[in-house]
T-cell receptor, first 114, second 110 residues
Framework: NAGVTQTPKFRILKIGQSMTLQCAQD?????MYWYRQDPGMGLKLIYY???????DKGEVPNGYNVSRSTTEDFPLRLELAAPSQTSVYFC?????????????FGAGSRLTVL | AQRVTQPEKLLSVFKGAPVELKCNYS??????LFWYVQYSRQRLQLLLR??SRESIKGFTADLNKGETSFHLKKPFAQEEDSAMYYC????????????FGQGTRLTINP
């Protein structure tokens, strides 16, 4: 029972490069989320999705894009990476809106932009 | 707008002492409040939610709507309680987003 799987676990990017953080869940959850965790700042919501084909912005969407072509996958794309995007990224999912049910989190992806 | 404030970034107590992690929130509607915990080298996971009114690992949290607080308490701290704790809030009416506080790193000294 894999739950929420994130890849890669670690990545170093140069300024201006692009990359995609992968997130997959095998629980048939409709709701998926991307958060970034910065020291002393808590978790900030980047994007979320309420189902396949539907995505919406969170608190800090600038510099990121997402897609949700299937229920299982919710990749996060960074275009033109900047040092401010150095962070730990967490993907999460739930089978109901997060107010009604708990989130299952992935292990995180640590990204460094130099 | 939803907002969660955890005033203490770091909290250090001795084993056996009482623990209180503070959480204050701002929300105009009816809130659903949670405490999530991240132990070293583990994933972020739910500790407890106010609607369940349960005690998990000896921790309890009471929603005080008058003071807009949801403080996490444990009467006798244990070394395994050392972790990062996040308070989180969501609206009850069809909301899909969970807003987190800044987190408090709790260290239990032997």
């Amino acid at each position: 029972n894999a739950g929420v799987t994130q890849t890669p676990k670690f990545r170093i990017l140069k300024i201006g490069q692009s990359m995609t953080l992968q997130c997959a869940q095998d629980m048939n959850h409709n709701y998926m989320y991307w958060y970034r965790q910065d020291p002393g700042m808590g978790l900030k919501l980047i994007y979320y999705s309420v189902g396949a084909g539907i995505t919406d912005k969170g608190e800090v969407p600038n510099g990121y894009n997402v897609s949700r072509s299937t229920t299982e996958d919710f990749p996060l794309r960074l275009e033109l990476a900047a040092p401010s995007q150095t962070s730990v990224y967490f993907c999460a999912s739930s089978d109901q809106p997060s107010g009604a049910n708990v989130l299952t989190f992935g292990a995180g992806s640590r990204l460094t932009v130099l | 707008a939803q907002r969660v404030t955890q005033p203490e970034k770091l909290l250090s107590v001795f084993k056996g002492a009482p623990v209180e992690l503070k959480c204050n929130y701002s929300y105009s509607g009816s809130p659903e409040l949670f405490w999530y915990v991240q132990y070293s080298r583990q994933r972020l996971q739910l500790l407890l939610r106010h609607i369940s009114r349960e005690s998990i690992k000896g921790f309890t949290a009471d929603l005080n709507k008058g003071e807009t607080s949801f403080h996490l308490k444990k009467p006798f701290a244990q070394e395994e309680d050392s972790a990062m704790y996040y308070c989180a809030l969501s609206g009850l009416q069809g909301a899909q987003k969970l807003v987190f506080g800044q987190g408090t790193r709790l260290t239990i000294n032997p």
